[in-house]
Structure formats: structure tokens, C-alpha cells
Antibody
């Protein structure tokens, strides 16, 4: 059974960074892109970017370029998303999902709260 | 880079059919067969219900169907059931010369009366 298991909730102060992990199981990790999607409280889904675990290639939505970094570790079938210079507007649920062109498997989500 | 346009809300009675539209541009919906739809119940992660415009993943009821015409994709739910009450999002892959990105629609809240 294909699954994505994300790390637990985070509370950060403005200006800090956060890293969320997404561990894949039940399929060959390098075979599919991993997407990251953000959902602010009461808002819709926003695609942030993707990483190709086969070669490390990435693409980011313009809004997130420079502040979001996607990485991976094939040896433990895990993808990571790091957001730097956090601000209150980054408070949201963050999801990872398996690609490439549609998201068939989703993680359970990780809540990131930015508060002073 | 703009989100796709969906109606904010739709409603229908049990047994009826409803259609949710998803309007994009020539750079995304019109130029891509990689249109997908997601269902999200309150407090849950989204669930893929259609991919590649009109294909259903295993386990998704055949009451869900999709289509596309020009820059507008549509999700139709026939024989509405109470459990269909949820938020629905469309998404489209958008290839370009320099980026390959995905746009989501703003979401549509379906109320089953």
C-alpha cells in the first residue's frame, strides 16, 4: 500500500525556518515526483513546487522561489520541504503528494504555525 | 501565475446531478490533458477523484465524471449522495518553456440539501 507519512506539527517564531519531512513507502521512491501543497486556514489548495527524486530536479511556483527549498534522501525514501524567513502568512497545513502530473497519494498533512 | 477559476459553491438534492466548472487559459487547461480533480472533506487530506480529464482511480464511484472543452474543464457528480458534501478542487499541469508547474482552482463547496 502506497503511503506518505509526514512529520509532526511545528510552531515557529517569525523569521525562523521550518523543515517538514515526507517518508514514502509501498512504491519505488525515485519513480515519482513529490509535490508540496499548502492550505492556509479556511483557504484553498496552493501548489508550491515539486522535486524529482530520480535526479533532484525541482520546480517552484514563483511565489515560493527563494524561500522554499525541496530536497530528498533516496536512501530513506524521504522528501523534505524547508521554508525560511517564516511570517504569519505561512501558517498553514502543508501536504506532500505523489506525482507527477496528478496527486494520487497524499500525506496526512503537517500543521505549521508561525507566532511570536 | 493565476489559479484556475471555479464557482465558490454549488448545491443539489440527493439523487440529482451537479456540474462544477474549472476555467483556465490556453497555457494550462486548454493546452493540457493533465487535468485532475480532488475531493476534500473537512479536516481531511484531499483525495484524487479524476485524473487526465476523465479517468477515475480505482475505488472512485462511476458517479464522478469529467470532461474538457477549450479552456474549461468540468466535474459532474450524478446521483448525489450526502457523503459527496465536500470541497472540490481542479488542478492543471501547465508546461512552459522554462517551468513546469501546476495550478489549482480556488475550490468549490458542494452542499447536498
Amino acid at each position: 500500500q502506497m503511503q506518505l507519512l509526514q512529520s509532526g506539527a511545528e510552531v515557529k517564531k517569525p523569521g525562523a525556518s521550518v523543515r517538514v519531512s515526507c517518508k514514502a513507502s509501498g512504491y519505488i521512491f525515485p519513480d515519482n515526483y513529490i509535490h508540496w501543497v499548502r492550505q492556509a486556514p479556511g483557504q484553498g489548495l496552493q501548489w508550491m513546487g515539486w522535486i524529482n527524486p530520480n535526479n533532484g530536479g525541482t520546480n517552484y511556483l514563483r511565489n515560493f522561489q527563494g524561500r522554499v527549498t525541496l530536497t530528498w534522501d533516496t536512501s530513506i525514501s524521504t522528501a523534505y520541504m524547508e521554508v525560511s524567513s517564516l511570517r504569519s502568512g505561512d501558517t498553514a497545513m502543508y501536504y506532500c503528494a505523489r506525482g507527477p502530473f496528478y496527486m494520487a497519494v497524499w500525506g496526512q498533512g503537517t500543521t505549521v504555525t508561525v507566532s511570536s | 501565475q493565476s489559479a484556475l477559476t471555479q464557482p465558490a459553491s454549488v448545491s443539489g438534492s440527493p439523487g440529482q446531478s451537479i456540474t462544477i466548472s474549472c476555467t483556465g487559459t490556453s497555457s494550462d487547461v486548454a493546452g493540457s490533458n493533465f487535468v485532475s480533480w480532488y475531493q476534500q472533506h473537512a479536516g481531511k487530506a484531499p483525495k484524487l477523484i479524476l485524473y487526465d480529464v476523465n479517468n477515475r482511480p480505482s475505488g472512485v464511484a462511476n458517479r464522478f465524471s469529467g470532461s474538457k472543452s477549450g479552456n474549461t474543464a468540468s466535474l459532474t457528480i450524478s446521483g448525489l449522495q450526502a457523503e459527496d458534501e465536500a470541497d472540490y478542487y481542479c488542478a492543471s499541469y501547465s508546461p512552459s518553456n522554462t517551468l513546469e508547474i501546476i495550478f489549482f482552482g480556488g475550490g468549490t463547496k458542494l452542499t447536498v440539501l
